[in-house]
């Protein structure tokens, strides 16, 4: 998968750490799919989930230092805050990496590690699907034009009742499942995205944080500033894994705004001069799934198309972070 | 509430659904014990409304209730599981509720349809071939009429259920009008049959007091149900600052068998096989190969056997519209069959703020 790999080394010795309900229900159907990739090992804390998995991909199981060893892509599925330490150990292996959303917990641990995947000579990318769908990135190109002049304000909305049939327990007792990394790290990357706002120096000041309970929470809404460029940005994020919320971005700028669904489906609305103006990109994706399989052919067949390079999420961690830690 | 006889624990089934959800917190704030039962993934949106919750797989072990609401429905994999569901939910109603218990089975009006094809009467409806969601609920409906260890059985019927953040109805008209996808047929009015949520939940329990006879009564609710749809529509519309598309003409009515099989054979495209063909590296070789030995009057005799191309007049429709666009101009009323002590909590002019205000919080204005 680097750029020093053979074209004629056949597909890309890949292990799997993380067994829970993502690698069961994502993976396991659909990377037996991706031609360039061949499942070596899968590891999990839970032995039953790990025999899971390995029987849907045919390979084999093992501890993470094993499937490291066996495995020249390592793919990180484990809940949020162990993403870092396994990616550290994937890179120091000589692993290519590939982490789940959320990239880490912290915005510190996402700068050491593309620090650390550079100096090794590593790629590491963060599984963002959502980076896939056609109108996110229309959108992105509208908002850069200019067309709407300077970003004022960044809104997201994404709630419905919760129905992923999770293995274990973790968005209840895992201080990481709440809302905020789980379905944040979708909705406000789509929001920052679009706005340009994903990479480039960032400040961020929480202004307020609403929650139905202590993290993880099922439920928050936060509002803050971005500063860039000497300019500042009003920022809301407002998650529920309770109840239906809008499910969509809306980026507002000095002449005009920008909205769209957080769906894999449909277009953009540009309102602009009092006039709201559907937007249609001129190819769609199927699914959610079909993004999902659509990014890893796109990380093995071409590893420098970097829309998906870790990189690019250190300033959605920034947020997150201040978010998560805010009273 | 009657204080003759406590009411005892009641079991809500079903209970991390839109409905069970608000209907489980309802009774809490009504000081009634209740247990929502649901599967352990979803136990967290009981706990964070205090409301204790029960996993289905444990359900029966440890105690019976003396009444069970049910508001579980089969709402996933492949159509023609929906039977083993369906058994499996009126498995899981024998074992929580006390020999001679009380029952409430929640259904809908799709018994009779989605248009309400089929004569409405609050009774007993026959099995009869439909939509799978429609079947489905006939069938639940069947499987509790011949339970004999249930003491007292009351099916509420409810019509198309309506409030904030309600997933089918409100948000489902919330994003077709964002869509720019028909929320109406022309000329065709149709009745909402709209039930509040609220008022659902006020309804059941009404129905938890005691009764005077053990036995079934079949019950309607659609307070809203004279209302027209295009009420609502324009309300939602409005407040999003959108327009309200109207589809041209309504969906074709359902025919018989042998008018779905030539719909279905439609699907196989023969002439999208034939380009495929002619299109293709060798099988077009070979294809012009042959083509080209014949005489070429006979040739364009053959395509003239396909006559003439035809436009679709009307913009198509899926499946899912066409069901959406049957119940939004459904001519035929729900009227409500309620117990004549029952009186409306929520009025339309409470609800439609109720829903307002959900959409300005959720941020669609």
């Excluded at chain 1, 060893?69 to 150990?89: D, E, F, G, N, V």
């Excluded at chain 1, 915005?107 to 050491?112: D, F, G, K, V, Y």
């Excluded at chain 1, 590491?124 to 034009?145: C, D, H, T």
Aim: aromatic share 6%.
């Amino acid at each position: 998968m680097s750029s020093d790999a053979q074209p004629s080394a056949g597909p890309v010795r890949t292990c799997l750490i993380g067994c829970g309900a993502v690698a069961q229900q994502m993976y396991a159907r659909h990377l037996p799919q991706i031609p360039g990739l061949r499942m070596v090992m899968v590891s999990d804390l839970r032995p039953e989930n790990a025999q899971r998995v390995a029987a849907a991909m045919a390979c084999a199981t093992g501890t993470a230092a094993e499937a490291f060893a066996a495995a020249s892509l390592a793919i990180i599925a484990t809940p949020p805050a162990s993403h870092a330490a396994l990616a550290r150990q994937a890179l120091a292996a000589g692993c290519d990496v590939i982490v789940e959303k959320p990239f880490t917990i912290s915005s510190a641990e996402a700068a050491q590690l593309v620090a650390q995947a550079e100096q090794a000579g590593r790629r590491i990318y963060v599984a963002q699907f959502r980076r896939l769908y056609p109108k996110l990135e229309q959108a992105r190109q509208v908002i850069g034009s200019g067309l709407l002049g300077q970003v004022r304000a960044v809104e997201m909305y994404e709630g419905g009742r919760f129905d992923w049939e999770v293995a274990t327990d973790y968005i209840n007792r895992d201080p990481y499942g709440g809302v905020l990394f789980d379905t944040g790290a979708h909705t406000l990357d789509m929001g920052l995205h679009a706005a340009g706002l994903d990479t480039g120096a960032l400040d961020v000041r929480v202004v307020s944080v609403r929650r139905d309970r202590p993290e993880p929470a099922h439920e928050i809404e936060a509002r803050f500033v971005l500063r860039t460029d000497g300019r500042d940005i009003e920022g809301r994020l407002h998650l529920s894994r309770a109840r239906a919320l809008a499910n969509l971005v809306r980026v507002r700028g000095e002449r005009g705004q920008l909205e769209f669904d957080v769906s894999h489906a449909g277009g953009l609305t540009l309102t602009a001069g009092g006039r709201r103006i559907p937007v249609f990109p001129g190819r769609q994706v199927e699914s959610a799934r079909h993004a999902f399989t659509l990014q890893y052919h796109q990380l093995v067949t071409a590893p420098d198309n970097m829309s998906l390079a870790a990189r690019g999420f250190i300033n959605q961690i920034s947020i997150l972070e201040a978010v998560y830690h805010h009273e | 509430m009657s204080d003759r006889q406590p009411i005892g624990e009641i079991a809500v089934l079903g209970a991390a659904g839109y409905v069970g959800q608000r209907l489980c917190a309802d009774l809490r704030d009504h000081g009634l014990a209740v247990t929502g039962v649901c599967r352990p993934y979803a136990a967290f949106l009981l706990e964070r409304l205090g409301i204790p919750s029960l996993d289905p797989a444990a359900a029966g072990q440890a105690r019976r209730f003396p009444v069970v609401i049910n508001l579980a429905y089969p709402t996933r994999g492949a159509g023609y599981t929906r039977r083993r569901q369906n058994r499996e939910i009126m498995q899981l109603v024998d074992r929580l509720v006390e020999p001679g218990g009380h029952v409430i089975h929640v259904s809908s009006l799709a018994v009779f349809g989605f248009a309400l094809d089929a004569p409405v009467v609050a009774g007993p409806v026959a099995l009869r071939a439909d939509n799978e969601y429609c079947m489905s609920k006939i069938a639940m409906e069947h499987a509790l009429l011949g339970n004999r260890h249930i003491g007292r059985l009351q099916v509420v019927r409810l019509g198309n259920v309506w409030g904030p953040a309600c997933p089918n109805w409100t948000v489902g008209l919330i994003e077709r009008l964002r869509a720019g996808k028909p929320v109406g047929v022309r000329g065709r009015p149709g009745w909402s049959n709209a039930t509040d949520v609220g008022n659902v939940c006020s309804y059941l329990r009404h129905l938890l007091l005691p009764g005077t006879d053990a036995g079934m009564r079949f019950h309607h609710l659609a307070e809203f149900g004279d209302t027209p749809w295009s009420r609502f529509v324009d309300r939602l519309a409005t407040d999003l600052n959108l327009p309200a598309g109207e589809a041209l003409a309504p969906p074709a009515p359902a025919g018989g068998r042998l008018a779905e099989f030539r719909a279905a054979l439609r699907g196989l495209r023969p002439a999208g096989f034939i380009r495929g063909v002619m299109d293709a590296r060798h099988l077009g070789a070979d294809a012009r190969a042959v083509l080209s030995r014949l005489p070429a009057g006979l040739v364009s005799g053959l395509k003239k056997l396909k006559g003439p191309q035809v436009f679709p007049l009307e913009e198509p429709l899926g499946p899912d519209d066409a069901d959406f666009l049957r119940v939004i101009g459904c001519q035929q009323r729900f009227a409500s069959v309620t117990d004549a002590g029952w009186r409306l909590e929520v009025t339309l002019e409470q609800s439609f703020e109720r829903v307002g205000e959900w959409m300005r919080e959720a941020g669609y204005v």
